[in-house]
């Protein structure tokens, strides 16, 4: 396969990361043609022409379409805020190109319908940006639950928690306005239901309570106004094959900073994982003495791939930033017309139709078939 | 207060426990008149009578009646199966004796309503085994809580888990029947509600999700038998003051052993503790700075009441039988008519009432007002 | 065998413990008669009344010569300061009692010698109390040395660390003069010590580095006094069979509560321990897939003996006081003729001369082979 | 400051690692001029072009000496097997390059000044690849003990250990050779010096232990072969200002992966870090009330330099190869003329002079003071 021509729309937390995982997918994996990292698109034109020297890209502009209108740009890295993604994915994929957009799709869920169907009618590949799934641990999880390590799995657990918006004196802003989203669900939910998907299928049926821990927040310039949607979800579920689950994720949790902590119980044995030890996980199996069973803490080593394209030695650790290096090898696979592990359109669409589902069954406090819709 | 003559039904699992208890008391806490071992009861005479003398009690009988009959006897230890709790507690009751019953009360609603009505025209001290409430490091946690540590607590998890159930290829026994009670809910939810009731009082409103790992067992004598309740329940919660919680209880999770795991989110920082590492619980405040903010492990120690009574230096370690020591010297502080920190009969009918509205919530698929019904 | 006769010698830290361990012993283990708790003595004659009382002792004395003349006494717990163990183990061994003696045997090694002469002579159980050997999770790591879970062992690394001497502020007091003994050597390193003879077999060479965190402290009365011994100790060690060893020791370590942590290092797995988290160690092996190898952290439970006798379900804990009670089970084994997992004077003594040899070592900057030297 | 052109010699493990750093210093910290990547050298040319075109080198030669010649070279990475380093390095200072050598900078001591001798000579920059002192968690430790958090340290103890070497069955290979060097020594303690030296300063006087678990080992075509240096090295330290310490580090250490475990005790606290978990460290201070004082496990984040970086949102967590990225920043930035964090070849030496008084402070069984020789 030839070198992809590269661009990249934004330049913030994820445009440096998308950026980093450009310039090193080739050397990381050694098997994909070193990307050609062509234009960077960025509001600012000052900023624009700066993070393209500092990243590497040949061309900057202000004009995000003049990027998407540049001839030598075969895939486009949407890394913009959620409002932009429709519009910009949108009109890369009727260029042409093809389209790696950060999650979600969009705030409003016709918005993302429009973006599956732009990305059927292209036939381009488009994938999000869904960065946890691609981690070697979770990967290993997938194939020991496979294989049937931990027997029929059961009962599943997640919990994500950060604690960003945990200050209640912190000034009231944009995320606690309703046109922002509900909440901890838009924020978080959708990164514990990639990983879902990607262990179990997509979650059947929800019931969700959420909470708003304060009910207002100072205001920059005096006075309080009422914050609009919640920062903490907890959510029954139930999953494919019968598996019943618990879904919990808080925005406003003192202390935890990057919690996506995992427990999946079997027949056999069960599996932990938390995100915020991302290089190891913990598997319990009934093999054995029973004198001897206990939770084993398993670090991650070249065993787990692709743990070995970065590191020949165990127990030495990836980075947050390596797991977009894994996606982007994925969307390169992808582009080639080979099976990639990667949440394209398709399923990122039932992923926010959960989310909206789960908002939907907290209105109304009952249980939601998402499907039956 | 003079030494109160005790007698002991049941000497299983938690009779010997209630023997070590009462054995231990004055000695641990040196504020009590050591108990007089008077009389113990078990429906076999022969292991009555080998307990009575490994345990030290004076006098033996297999005839439960004539412990309750003894002049000599001022309380009565309850740690008989569950469904002879209600008959022998009553029985105590009316005869004068002040009891410490083990919990539940009763499978049947209606007969723990009666042991509470018993109690209350008795004028006795009715006291139910809640002895994870009496963890100097719960009780440290409480202090915590009162004194404002993590500010206006907002958000609870808590997870009780062991693998008794796990294995599938374990015999049907009467656990799995429905006679037995709901499965999860009965066997576990009462020490999560016993802790959430001793940290922010009673749950007011539940939805809950039961699940079953199995759906049949088989049978000693081949064949296979329908599981006729639910090993895994999930339960959404409203506490008082506003808190959302989330209630999570498995008998079939591989791994765990005694697991009660409890998060608890406040406007200022947060809490964690595990009952599997019963010595110890995590810390989080917003406290100094924020370079230097993570849960603190927090060893029990002296500072933390009572621990101090068992071991003068800290990091020591507690053990499970120690529990029951600490609630052993609170029933005696009740007996005197002091202030004790334990379960009565009408909280514990309340913890009772709350399971039975989960069983509903799950049934009827929907959230019920516990004290509306 | 008949009930033995107990006295009490003793009832701070230690006396407590004994007292609780001969008050628990039948009702834990069921297989012994209970013991009668004849004569307690304690300096003070109000102080001993009273505990005498609280503990369950049938008679008090400020005169500790008349309990061991006391002819229903058949064995005696001396739990008093070091200096008087030996006086009064030899005076209890000579008026034919068993004698159950708290570590170390005497500052003095002659002292200690002596006391093993007795000890000799007499024909009688001379035991110390070394409670950490008999941690389920101890006595469970033994067994799977034994059995070569872990291969040939070749390295072991043995860490005491407490906090209790770590306050530069702390006013002077006896554990800093040189009378009181070397430091940490005699305050710690014996406990490392008794739990390497349990696992490995006595050191049979060392050279060490002891070290003074703080050069003086404060009096009481203003002014400060040079500290005349070492908080802090660092040894290499040789053991049994060619295994290279650490032991460290520090009294002074901030964070630090009642940490012995254990490192074992074998050809095919390791095993991993710490005093702090007693109820649970961790074991690797090679056994099985590399990509699932890890620490498993196993909790203990009833297989690991005699766990079962104080709690029938696993991951409960026990705690400190608890390993006495087993202690105490040994030692009426021994008594009565049978095998017994105990630290007899024989064996005590040799690890208070690995004491001696350790501080030689740092005096003379050189190896000191034990037995030769 | 102009674009620097860099030149790499060695594509193995270290070599990717540099690769990488050269082709995300610009992106990651935004400060300085994109590197250009000139030449690539390896010893096969069709691995020497393959890898060129992966990394992003612009040329590639099997010759090293040809990329040393290479005018548009500013910097020569060298990342070879350890007897080539002394070779490559002069050469390269000779012809007016800097340098940036992975460690250690060579097997013979003589070497290894000789580097330091044409470093000098040159006025060029030469730094080694101590890549685990530049962890945020590392400096963040190192400005904490620098302001006084846990007051005036006083003992500090490093494990380093590994299992590559732990499998007896394992054939003989060259790392068992006499000729590699010490074993443990010179494969694993330099790594514990590097982070002694940041935090303390250069060891003073040691004394070690070094130790065989194997003494021989099978060779692949039938028979055994003696091992003829250590995997286990145990050695007590003296380090500036009265510090005492303990360095260990064993390479058949089953079940380590990555493991360097940092103990730091005070006067007001304590400090612990393991590079197995090398996104956190644990603190330990007297600050604030004793019933809250435990260790809080603090998540490296953004207020932990430079890890703001690399990504914005705390505990997301760096990988090992972001290490190497920052240390190449502050390679430039000694370029740049600018103070730098990092272990030039004058502290390099004196890393490997430690090194060397160990082994021979075993040879003589005693203590050797490093500077006197």
Redesign the interface.
Known sequence: MKALGIGLIGTG?MG??H??AW??V???F?DVE?PRLVHLAEADAELAS??A????FARATDNWRRLIDDPEVDVVSVTTPNQFHAEMAIAALEAGKHVWCEKPMAPAFADAERMLAAARSSGRVAVMGYNYIQNPAIR?IRS?LDEG???TV??V?V?MD?D?M???DAPFYWKSEAASGYGALDDFAVHPLSLLWCLFGHVEAV?A?L?R??ADRPLQDGGRRAVENHD?A?V?M?LPG?V???L?A?R????????IALQV??????ILYDQ?????F???????R??????????T?P??KPYDR?????????????LKVIECRELIAAIAGMAAHAIDFNHGLRIEKSVHAMARSFRE???IDIDAG
Chains 1, 2, 3, 4 share one sequence.
Request: glycine share 14%.
């Open positions: 937390y440096k990361c950026a980093l310039n090193n080739s050397a990381v050694g070193r700066s993070r020297r500092e990243f590497g290993h020991l390590a931990i027997g059961n009962h657990r919990e950060e960003f945990a200050d209640p019931i309570e909470a821990p304060y903490i907890s029954l139930r019968g019943s689950g618990v919990m808080n406003s949790a003192w202390g935890r900073k990057g919690r119980y079997g027949s056999k044995g069960s915020e030890r991302m290089n190891e913990q598997l319990y199996t009934t093999a054995g029973a004198s001897e069973q206990g939770y084993a803490t398993i670090l080593a065993h787990h970065f590191i020949p030695a165990p127990g030495h650790g990836l980075g947050f930033n390596d406090g009952r249980w």
